[in-house]
């Protein structure tokens, strides 16, 4: 099997108990939610679930692949998903979903608004106009909420930015601003931002911070000058974390497991996927060796027996089923982060990054008495 196929092929046994029952209106039916015991996460997690999924997805079912087969399976995909949007949105559906009851929708509601602006014409063009006010009200609710003074702060930024991407005019240009101010003032060097006040070691400068920071302003940026002036800053930075994280990738295609939020596995490669696909890898990374080691860490990752549960919806673990780092934020739902490691499935199939040959990556060069380039670091 070549590496795409291996990549589809893994991509959809995580994602296809999500879609199908999604599709149908039965996902809060049909998923369970694993949960730290009082946790109290059944209230939200089939939008972390949704979302998440929808989000990991989206570029693969928005780019013509070139390959007649894949086509037909990304169709069928996308008019579940389009289905399962439907459904989420619709106060009257059975699987209506929670986009307002305290702050946790805020979290996937950004999410869902990055699938939006991730795939335009699958995921909104292609919606019929009373789906389209749906969301549009759904994206709205979250507006009630005041984000932490964290991460969060971009996932009112991305709701805003989609909602300038789809053409409302009371889109809130504050909230981006603050978003981008904020974090300029927690960059503390070399591709990092700290989480708030404090720096926290761990990997949301890749599950939300560097892509969000990216997307929002490729999105927006031209709107303000300053915001404009802000981009070619943020895409460097955003390289030099990229050229960071290709580096925590181990010879066995393991990583360490640092900090919160474990729990969501090869996700925590979101931004080495998102610059892969979007073609803003650093010179020094080339993307064969990033497909090899991004391949390494999915392969790795699916050798454990215990990832997914008897039907086949992903469990608490970093490989298998480890519930004990499960925070009190993380039930079934939130695990599917793990899909936007899947990103680069939107590019074509005879792309480069799919094409080029095989190369390792950095921690299997150094290991194997292999030449590397010295990692150099950035204000």
């Known amino acids: 099997m070549d590496t795409r196929k291996y990549w589809i092929t893994t991509m959809q046994q995580i994602v296809k108990p999500v879609i199908d029952a999604a ?6 039916k049909r998923m369970p939610v694993e949960e730290v015991e009082g946790a109290g996460r059944e209230h939200y997690s089939q939008l972390e679930a949704f979302a998440r999924t929808i989000n990991g997805i989206s570029l693969w079912l928005e780019h013509e692949c070139g390959d007649p087969e894949e086509a037909k399976l990304q169709a069928s995909f996308a008019e579940k998903v389009r289905q399962g949007i439907a459904h989420a949105v619709d106060p009257i559906s059975p699987d209506y979903m929670n986009f307002s009851d ?10 869902f608004a990055q699938a939006i602006l991730r795939a335009p014409t699958q995921l909104w063009e292609k919606l019929d106009p009373s789906t389209q006010k749906k969301v549009i009200t759904a994206l709205k609710q979250t507006r009630a909420y005041k984000p932490h003074f964290s991460n969060w702060l971009l996932f009112s930024a991305m709701i ?7 053409g409302e005019k009371d889109w809130d240009p504050m909230r981006i601003d603050y978003a981008l101010k904020q974090f300029e003032q927690w960059y503390v060097g070399d591709g990092h931002y700290s989480d708030g006040p404090a720096y926290h070691a761990d990997y949301y400068n890749s599950y939300v911070i560097q892509p969000f920071l990216v997307d929002i302003v490729d999105v927006v940026g031209e709107e303000y000058s300053e915001w404009q002036e802000k981009r070619e800053i943020l895409i460097e930075r955003a390289k030099q974390y990229a050229l960071y994280q290709e580096r925590l990738i181990s010879p066995e295609g393991t990583f360490p497991p640092i900090g919160r939020s474990l729990a969501y596995r090869f996700g925590a490669f979101h931004h080495l996927a998102n610059q892969a696909l979007l073609c803003k890898l650093p010179p020094s990374l080339h993307e064969a060796q990033v497909r090899e080691g991004l391949t390494a860490v999915i392969r790795r990752t699916f050798q454990s027996h215990h990832m997914f549960d008897e039907n086949g919806w992903l469990t608490i673990g970093l490989t298998g089923h480890q519930k004990t780092i499960g925070e009190h934020y993380i039930s079934t739902g939130s695990l599917y982060l793990a899909t936007f490691i899947y990103l680069p499935l939107g590019l074509d199939v005879n792309a480069s990054f799919w094409k080029a040959p095989a190369e390792d990556w950095t921690g299997k060069k150094a290991w194997n008495d292999q030449d590397f380039p010295i990692y150099q670091s950035i204000k």
């Open 23 to 28: 599709s149908v209106g039965e996902l809060k």
């Open 102 to 111: 305290q702050g946790q929708p805020l979290v996937d509601t950004a999410f």
């Open 160 to 166: 805003e930015a989609c909602l300038y991407r789809i």
